[in-house]
């Protein structure tokens, strides 16, 4: 099992590219989710998903969108990059059981200049 | 809304020092569930421990050691007898119920155990 899986590992954007981040998870889990980290922040939720086909908003979704359109992956989506979206991107996926833990990916690490 | 304060940003100790990282969580959810990750200076999150609103009772697991009282509010985590391997930022997370188990983070504590 390869658990959470994200792509690519590190990127460098120019202000106002576009770019996909792949999160894919191997263990049925029915809900996913993407955070983003920033020094003294902690993490903080985008977007997050309940099942095939659905999405919903978390704490920080502007400038972001995601699409699930297969329940084992979860793509997160910057149609403009801005400088303030540097950060370190991390995919969690979790079974749905109320309670028990998320598993996360390895994290990607976005520089937007 | 749901807050985790983790009010201590740096911690430095000695090898073989005890360390207690705070944790102190505001939630309106009666039943609700918290959660202690570990990020080595690697990158990634490693799970540690979780514990429901209904079972106060404190758990150990090897050197590491976890209180959680209700009545403050409070879920601290305990590591004795430090040592370098330890050396990380621990975040302490909340997820109330009927939320898709979103985590609420606090901001992490880096700990950083010296020779």
């Known amino acids: 099992n390869a658990g959470v899986t994200q792509t690519p590992k590190f990127r460098v954007l120019k202000t106002g590219q576009s770019m996909t981040l792949l999160c894919a998870q191997d263990?049925?889990?029915?809900?996913m989710y993407w955070y983003r980290q920033d020094p003294g922040m902690g993490l903080r939720l985008i977007h997050y998903s309940v099942g095939e086909g659905t999405t919903a908003k978390g704490e920080v979704p502007d400038g972001y969108n995601v699409s699930r359109l297969k329940k084992q992956n979860f793509l997160l989506g910057l149609e403009s990059a801005a400088p303030s979206q540097t950060s370190v991107y991390f995919c969690a996926s979790h079974d749905g059981g109320l309670g028990n833990e998320q598993f996360f990916g390895p994290g990607t690490r976005l520089t937007v200049l | 809304a749901q807050k985790v304060t983790q009010a201590q940003t740096e911690i430095s100790v000695v090898e073989k020092e005890d360390v207690t990282l705070d944790c102190v969580y505001e939630?309106?959810?009666?039943?609700?569930?918290l959660f202690w990750y570990k990020q080595p200076p690697s990158g990634e999150l490693v799970f540690l421990i979780r514990?429901?609103?209904?079972?106060?009772q404190n758990e150990i697991s090897g050197r590491y050691s976890w209180n959680f009282q209700k009545s403050t509010s409070s879920f601290n985590f305990t590591i004795t007898a430090s040592q370098v391997v330890d050396s990380a930022v621990y975040f302490c997370a909340l997820s109330g119920s009927g939320t898709a188990s979103k985590l609420t983070f606090g901001t992490g504590t880096r700990l950083q155990v010296t020779l």
């Open positions: 514990r429901n609103s209904f079972d106060e």
């Open positions: 263990m049925n889990h029915e809900y």
């Open positions: 939630t309106r959810d009666t039943t609700y569930y």
